[in-house]
């Protein structure tokens, strides 16, 4: 069973000064271990819900991606194996993370990651699934895009151009590089016809959304985070 973990409602006080100092540590930590340029703030939504999907190449692309935004708090869906630790999973708690289980559908996580949207906050989701090798982003599991689907929401595509290199599969410690980060161009969500947004008292009577459409909604996103992919890897060359 996966532990309980707050997914609706306003975060406390005392639950975004952690997550601000976190995110103070985790961003300066990252500034100066793997420095690089954050390009294309403007195309992240003013406010409300999204999905960030980023590609995931590195166990410090979380720690990265947390340069997207300069105060906005980002909730973060983390495998279920780090909340063995009780310290960690509390501090997980109050930066407003819940556990995912990566061995099947977890049904749990995707009603936390719809009343996460729902409640007006971005979610981050790496849609690769696990690790992955290459320049090439790899097939991706079909959660990002049905919630972006079922939520109304724009999925953010985020590129890391070099964490690979600096904490490859196999490494026990990361490596100081430089990593770059593109944000690219929100996909959209395509509405069903007289749907509401995600706090729209129409969004529960929505249509089912269709394997067809989440198939091929994924295969758009899939695209974005590729282009973004290639232009932050791009960027880093002389």
């Keep these: ?19 601000h100092i976190c995110r103070f540590i985790a961003v300066g930590v990252s500034r100066v271990y793997f420095p690089g340029k954050v390009m294309g ?28 935004t300069r105060g906005q708090r980002l909730r973060y869906i983390v495998k279920e194996e780090v909340w063995k630790s009780k310290l960690i999973g509390r501090l997980l708690l109050a930066c407003g993370a819940f556990p995912v289980n990566r061995s099947g559908a977890d049904r749990e996580a995707l009603q936390r990651c719809q009343a996460v949207l ?22 991706l599991k079909d959660g990002v895009a049905y919630l972006a689907l079922r939520a109304g929401v724009p999925v953010v595509p985020i590129g890391i151009g070099g964490s690979e290199r600096a904490m490859p599969r196999g490494s026990s410690f990361p490596r100081p590089r430089r990593v770059n980060i593109v944000i690219g161009l929100p996909v959209v969500a395509t509405r069903p016809t007289g749907a509401g947004g995600p706090d729209s008292a129409a969004a529960p009577r929505r249509a089912r959304i269709g394997r067809e459409e989440t198939t091929e909604h994924s295969r758009l996103v899939r695209a974005a985070i590729q282009q973004a992919f290639d232009a932050a890897e791009a960027s880093l060359r002389p």
Excluded: C, K
């Design 1 to 19: 069973m996966n532990p309980p973990g707050p997914a609706t409602g306003p975060p406390s006080r005392t639950d975004l000064i952690i997550y």
């Design 41 to 68: 703030r403007e195309n992240l939504p003013a406010g409300g819900a999204f999905i960030v999907a980023p590609v995931h190449r590195s166990y410090v692309d979380w720690l990265i991606v947390a340069r997207i």
């Design 118 to 139: 729902t409640g007006g906050e971005p979610l981050v989701m790496f849609p690769e699934g696990t690790r992955r090798s290459g320049p090439e982003v790899q097939e």
